[in-house]
Nanobody, 122 residues
Framework: QVQLVESGGGLVQAGGSLRLSCAAS????????MGWYRQVPGKQRELVAV???????NYADSVKGRFTISRTNPKNTVYLQMNSLKAEDTAVYLC????????????????WGQGTQVTVSS
């Protein structure tokens, strides 16, 4: 009933920019939060940025000042503007959403996108 579709990943040189997008679709009642995580082989998944349903944002220390998370109105699409990219930003970026949807009465659930590869060359 809920799908997260990501786009915007690719190859970019150090210092460049990319914008990731994640569209949540389905019978969504409300969204608690949407965010981005990143995964590097051999390392644990890391929270990059998150935005609450009310618009509050939080960022990993490593991306503060460089990345900006935002969402559309009515908030079903989240973006991650990535500037001043570094080689260490290379990872698979995964969209995450915690939300309430039609057909499930037990509370909110967490959904994940399939991931989009971001590669920063140095």
């Amino acid at each position: 009933q809920v799908q997260l579709v990501e786009s915007g990943g690719g190859l970019v040189q150090a210092g460049g920019s990319l914008r990731l997008s994640c569209a949540a679709s389905g019978s969504i009642f409300s969204i608690n939060s949407m965010g981005w995580y990143r995964q590097v082989p051999g390392k644990q998944r890391e929270l990059v940025a998150v935005i609450s349903g009310g618009g509050t944002t939080n960022y990993a220390d490593s991306v503060k000042g460089r990345f900006t998370i935002s969402r559309t109105n009515p908030k079903n699409t989240v973006y991650l503007q990535m500037n001043s990219l570094k080689a260490e930003d290379t990872a698979v970026y995964l969209c995450n959403a915690d939300l309430y949807y039609a057909g499930y009465l037990g509370g909110s659930r967490t959904f994940w996108g399939q991931g989009t590869q971001v590669t920063v060359s140095s």
